[in-house]
């Protein structure tokens, strides 16, 4: 009863705050303390949830513009706040005059339907019921496209049963709408709890996962499909949990933009992180957490996630399976398995895949990553790429014309995709292999190949850089010391990032401008790079750590194949050879015997449909054999 009081007290002035404070993006950092008591959790979690809903609603009455009306994300903020509300119906019918296409349309409209039920006008339902049945919508190409997509057709279908397909833009009934949209999100599931997900530890687009399933959790009619929404928020947050240093995502990414590469707190996942979490600030604007926070408070994150976000003081390494898009042509398999690869310390964090395709775009294969006291503006990273840019390439994955793939990928708002000194994407020609808190890195790029060269990151945040004689280049990045081993000649270039221009209604439109961090660049068609990270507090002085690292016994050749053999800092014999499994110890690697999970807190076989999460004494299994969460706090 006195946290229920408590609980409600917080609220209520947590909600008085949050109308009159800064937003949460231009504040203070938030403080690193794990908040013990469950029901100050919920309050503050509520906080920011409100925060977020409140920010949106008043958007429009800050705008300088008096000719800007309100959006559809503004329209589903007032609504929640129950403001406005004949604005409101006047608007959407309005909006609903000129109906979008595809999950970025469908999703927003949603949450306005949903929301409006009891508060829009009956001409204004009326025009949203309408737009359903005239304007054809896209399904869209990619995973997260399709998981809005069927979420919404699913929730649109159960808020108007019984209806022939003459009056949906599909031709089907309710009913086939129902089924076909459940079918995929079950199969959809089946697959990221078997053999991973494909967009795996996403920046940006965890936005495009977590809205449809809160949506499903808080207004699907059949308790099947909201307790399954709410199984793949705990599934999702938990990889979260188990990938952040302080709410930063680490590690690779699936898809990643330009800027949030190098800027990781700059991206859609430091948003829930803040939101969940409460440990680091969120992305400007909030971006896609404005559709979130419409229906957050009926999500409680278990505390056995929030504990592994900001309750960890080992270092661990953490293997997941993980799964490429889908390739349509130029390979044996359909979705390739991806092998991950995590090593979280307290100051630093290194992570990789195995290397080769996942998304021929946006993908990030492997990096370096450290703590910094607020990560707003800083670039605290390291990695190398090859910067493949190819029409086959783009071919695997997409059902396009092959003239036209690559020219089109800038106009579509991903412009470094055709740029040789870019920073973004995967190869065919890079293998990595991870051992702690060592990354080898090797290429083996073919005559003729577009951008034949390797680009390395170093920030501007680093100091005390240091090209060495012994080839080693050395640097410190927070309370992380670096040796960045690069195996052919190089060069530096500045680093140019991109900055976003107004579209005026017209395609996506670009500058670039010098960020202060620089690129090595090496242009050799054989080549590798040797990383290894450390923590400062590990040596007396960074003196220390170079003659350490000058002492590990160190060998390569390029020619005719790419091989390093090297002891690594952490005692590790490892023998890389490009196109053959990594040798530790004397042993290959064998990558048959990855499992979903396995780490100190997420374990899952692959396989399974179920996941173990655990922190301490608290153990939390999701099962999707069963349909079954449950929670045990085990004993000392």
């Known amino acids: 009863m006195k946290s229920q009081l408590f609980l409600i007290l917080s609220l209520a002035t947590l909600i008085a705050i949050s109308a009159r404070a800064q937003p949460s993006y231009e504040g203070p950092h938030p403080e690193l303390t794990v908040v013990e008591d469950a029901a ?3 309050a503050e979690y509520l906080q920011r949830v409100n925060e977020v809903i409140t920010w949106r609603a008043g958007l ?7 000719t800007k009306k309100l959006d559809i994300a503004t329209i589903s903020a007032k609504l929640v706040l129950k403001q406005d509300i004949d604005q409101c119906s006047e608007r959407v019918i309005e909006l609903m005059k000129e109906p979008g296409t595809g999950p970025f349309w469908m999703f927003p409209t949603v949450g306005v339907a949903f929301i409006g039920r009891d508060l829009l006008s009956p001409e204004a339902q009326a025009s949203i019921r309408e737009a359903w049945r005239t304007a054809f919508q896209l399904r869209g190409d990619t995973e997260n496209h399709f998981a809005m997509y069927y979420t919404a057709l699913y929730l649109m279908s159960e808020l108007y049963p019984n209806e022939p ?6 031709g089907k009934s309710s009913e086939e709408n129902l089924a076909e949209s459940r079918e995929y999100l079950i199969d959809w599931m089946d697959l990221m709890t078997t053999v991973g997900q494909g967009e795996f530890n996403p920046t940006h687009y965890i936005g495009e996962y977590a809205v449809p399933m809160i949506f499903l959790t808080s207004w699907a009619k059949d308790p099947e499909m909201r307790l399954r929404g709410k199984m793949a928020l705990d599934w999702i947050f938990a990889g979260l949990a188990a990938n952040t240093i302080n709410g930063v995502l680490r590690g690779p990414n699936a898809r990643v933009g330009d800027n949030s590469v190098v800027e990781r707190w700059n991206c859609l996942a430091s948003v829930f992180s803040w939101l969940n979490f409460g440990n680091c600030p969120p992305q400007k604007g909030y971006s896609f957490g404005n559709y979130y926070a419409l229906a957050a408070s009926n999500y409680e994150l278990p505390e056995v996630i929030y504990r592994i976000a900001t309750d960890r003081k080992d270092s661990f390494v953490q293997r997941d399976l993980k799964r490429s898009r889908h390739r349509w042509r130029y390979s044996d398999v359909g979705k390739a398995p991806i092998y991950k690869t995590t090593y979280m310390a307290k100051d630093y964090a290194v992570g990789s895949y195995q290397g080769g395709m996942a998304d021929p775009i946006q993908t ?6 450290w703590a910094v006291p607020d990560p707003r503006g800083i670039h605290p990273t390291m990695f190398s790429v090859h910067p493949y840019s190819a029409s086959k390439g783009m071919q695997m994955y997409f059902n396009v014309r092959p003239d036209t793939m690559v020219k089109a990928v800038a106009a579509e708002g991903k412009p ?7 920073l973004v994407g995967c190869s065919p020609y890079e293998q990595v292999f991870q051992d702690l808190d060592t990354i080898v890195a090797l290429y083996d790029i073919p005559q003729g190949v577009r951008f034949p060269q390797i680009n390395g990151f170093f920030s501007k945040d680093l100091v005390n850089l240091t090209e060495d004689e012994s080839g080693w280049i050395f640097a410190q990045g927070g309370e992380t010391y670096l040796a960045y081993y690069p195996l052919a000649d190089y060069e530096w270039i500045p680093h140019l990032g991109y900055r976003n221009l107004p579209r005026n209604g017209g395609p996506y439109r670009f500058e670039r401008y010098d960020t202060g961090s620089k690129v090595l660049t090496s242009p050799h068609l054989k080549n590798g790079t040797i990383v290894q990270a450390a923590a400062a507090s590990e040596f007396k002085s960074f003196s220390e750590f170079q003659a350490a690292i000058r002492a590990l016994p160190l060998e390569f050749t390029l ?3 790419p091989t390093v053999t090297m002891r690594t800092l952490r005692g590790k014999n490892i023998v890389c050879t490009y196109g053959e499994a990594p040798i530790v110890d004397g042993e290959p690697l064998d990558y048959t015997k990855w499992k979903l999970f396995e780490g100190p807190y997420l374990n899952a076989e692959k396989g399974s449909r179920k996941l173990t999460i655990t922190h301490g004494r608290l153990k939390r299994i999701l099962d999707f054999n069963t349909l079954t969460v449950s929670d045990t706090v085990m004993a000392e």
Not at 60 to 66: A, M, N, S, T
Not at 364 to 369: A, F, G, K
């Open 559 to 561: 020619d005719p194949t």
């Open 364 to 369: 990030h294969v492997w990096d370096v990553t």
């Open 416 to 422: 470094s995709y055709d740029e040789p000194d870019k």
């Open 60 to 66: 429009i009455d800050r705008d300088p513009d008096p």
């Open 165 to 170: 397909g003459n009056s949906w833009y599909t």
């Open 40 to 42: 100050q959790r919920r």
